[in-house]
């Protein structure tokens, strides 16, 4: 196949379930320390995280990503085990073959082939792997970046390998993320008998009005860059048990996710006015997620665009949809941080794959990235 299909199997054969690095973070840091990277793993908590870099000087090219994996499912449902790599009809199958072990793959054997042809190239590359993007993402790469920030090593360019392409490898590059913004709302009533309802106070009754109109606010109209900023409610939760229960207490899960046309301060005072206008009595614990970014035209941009046309032949949109990534903690640093990776219709499925086109066009396009920036 090709040393990048190779190193894939291997990777997938990990069973890396999030937070469990499961050696593979080990497995490239031993091919990258052969081509002169220094290697500096970093845990903090139960998650493993990985530095490496070759090179002292600026500026610093940075490939980013993560090694953590959802959980597969049943076993059972897939078509061959998880964690065994299994190729059909030209797809490579495996937990995480897209998400994103084929990436990962890419990434080091473009950097070997690189540092073959130039040795003694410019600059500095770097990697930074993480265990714990696919959980919670508070021991990960946020940690490391304070780590590098403490220590005046700066990122100017960053690739993350997540899967952005749609149809073909490299139609869709991600040069920024929308903010996420988390909300766990409590709403407090009276519970009571449904036949005396005047003796209780029903909270679904009195947060539903709250809820269609937060529902039907515009909170922004977007940007050239961002659509608009959306609200969902991801869970609901009142009652008993009983169907003759008044319920004392309604739980709700709410999220936004935001552009950079307003920040997480005025949408949480935005919706507490609601609150507060109805006469609610509630608790309401915010947390963010990660603010948006945006990585504008400029040399990274430039460069990935122009290595999908070279590799690829035809030329990549530029998109910030979808969810959050890692790119979130790297941003803020002041580094241009495009996601770019294979396809993304079967990542966290079961039978989830990558084409074996899509590890070699991978492969070609980091290689050319790497070529135009030093």
């Not at 500096?40 to 090219?61: H, K, S």
């Not at 504008?296 to 990549?316: N, Q, S, W």
């Amino acid at each position: 196949m090709s040393a990048t299909f190779d190193l894939a199997c291997e990777l997938i054969r990990r069973p890396s379930v999030t937070p469990d690095d499961s050696g593979c973070q080990r497995l490239m840091a031993d091919r990258l320390a052969a081509i002169g990277f220094r290697i500096e793993p970093m845990r903090f908590g139960e998650v493993d995280n990985l530095w490496a870099r070759r090179g002292d000087t600026a500026p610093l090219f940075c490939f980013a990503g993560h090694t953590d994996v959802v959980p597969p499912g049943p076993a059972g449902s897939w078509a061959s085990p998880p964690f065994e790599p299994s190729v059909r009809d030209g797809l490579l199958h495996g937990r995480g073959a897209a998400d994103m072990k084929g990436s990962l793959a890419a990434m080091v054997t473009a950097t070997e082939a690189f540092v073959a042809e130039r040795p003694a190239h410019p600059g500095s590359i770097a990697f930074l792997l993480t265990s714990d993007e696919e959980g919670p993402a508070v021991d990960g790469t946020v940690r490391v970046i304070e780590t590098l920030e403490a220590r005046g090593e700066k990122i100017r360019w960053c690739l993350v390998g997540e899967p952005t392409s749609v149809d073909r490898v490299g139609d869709v590059i991600k040069n920024g993320r929308r903010g996420s913004l988390n909300g766990r709302l409590r709403v407090f009533g009276r519970q009571g008998h449904v036949a005396y309802p005047h003796l209780a106070l029903n909270p679904l009754h009195a947060f539903a009005p709250v809820l269609a109109a937060l529902v039907a606010t515009e909170w922004d109209r977007g940007n050239a860059h961002f659509p608009p900023t959306t609200f969902q409610v991801s869970n609901l939760n009142a009652g008993t048990g009983a169907e003759n229960v008044i319920p004392g207490e309604l739980t709700a899960w709410l999220n936004f996710r935001f552009s950079t046309e307003v920040d997480a301060p005025t949408l949480q005072r935005r919706v507490e006015a609601q609150l507060d206008q109805a006469g609610l009595t509630y608790e309401l614990e915010w947390r963010l997620s990660g603010k948006p970014f945006l990585t504008p035209a400029g040399e990274l941009v430039d460069a990935a665009r122009a290595a999908v046309r070279a590799v690829c032949g035809y030329d990549a949109e530029l998109s910030t949809s979808g969810g959050t990534s890692d790119g979130r903690f790297i941003a803020p640093t002041g580094a241009q941080v495009l996601e770019l990776g294979p396809r993304n219709a079967t990542i966290h499925q079961i039978d989830e794959c990558v084409g074996l086109d899509e590890l070699d066009a991978l492969h070609a396009v980091y290689l050319e990235v790497l070529r135009r920036l030093l």
